[in-house]
């Protein structure tokens, strides 16, 4: 596609249950960013993808949370056992070399009730 | 790690006025440096970005400038109209050894009164 998706757009869930969020980066481009985004706060870096190197997950909060992603594909984020201070923004965000601009994707809004 | 601070975090113009939000960085090799529009319910959107080889670049009515020495960089909106109204972000990035990655400033909410 033209841009990156991101998918669900929204997500409402049980505090303790488990969510999977899903980005679809533009094709070709080698790295992928995960950020998260608190209401009216900055962005914080979670995780980072490039190739088939070995992942960056120095951002990612506890052991809750973890990321994949196959080749230069489709990255998944799962948050286990949701606790309500993972409510927040999710943001996706590709690009295609060391000197080319980051394009993010919407976002997933999570809510844990 | 780096570290960027952002100012203000609000800020109320006049249409036609302009607005200065300014960053500065902690980490003397991060060498790009993004600013990004948030609109309501949407992703950042690249506005306009510099590298450390350069100490100006401009765009329309969107201007850049870095001070590599003081490790700061500023954005400028001239003939500011209602449509600018948005968040705006800062970013730094670092080399290989941080994995590229940005690291945001905590935004300005720009308002732009008609």
């Known amino acids: 596609g033209a841009g990156v998706s991101q998918s669900p757009s929204n997500k409402v869930t049980e505090k303790g249950k488990d969510v999977e969020l899903r980005c679809d980066p533009i094709s070709g481009h080698t790295a992928l960013y995960w950020y998260r985004q608190r209401l009216g706060q900055g962005l914080e870096f979670l995780i980072y993808f490039q190739g088939n190197s070995a992942p960056d997950k120095s951002g990612l909060p506890s052991d809750r949370f973890s990321a994949e992603r196959t080749g230069e594909s489709v990255s998944t984020l799962t948050i286990q056992r949701t606790q309500q201070e993972d409510s927040a923004v999710y943001l996706c965000?590709?690009?295609?070399?060391?000197?080319?601009?980051?394009?993010f994707g919407s976002g997933t809004r999570l809510t844990v009730v | 790690g780096e570290n960027v601070e952002q100012h203000p975090s609000t800020l109320s113009v006049q249409e036609g006025d302009s607005a200065v939000i300014k960053c500065t960085y902690s980490?003397?090799?991060?060498?790009?440096f993004p600013w990004y529009k948030q609109e309501l319910g949407k992703g950042p959107q690249l506005i306009i970005d510099i590298r450390s080889n350069v100490g100006e670049k401009k765009d329309q009515r969107i201007a850049v400038t870095l001070n590599k020495t003081a490790k700061h960089f500023s954005l400028h909106i001239t003939e500011t109209q209602p449509e600018d109204s948005a968040v705006y972000f800062c970013a730094a990035r670092g080399g290989e050894d941080s994995s590229y990655k940005l690291i945001f400033g905590s935004g300005t909410r720009l308002l732009v009164r008609p």
């Open positions: 980490d003397s090799a991060s060498n790009y």
């Open positions: 965000a590709s690009r295609a070399g060391v000197n080319y601009g980051y394009t």
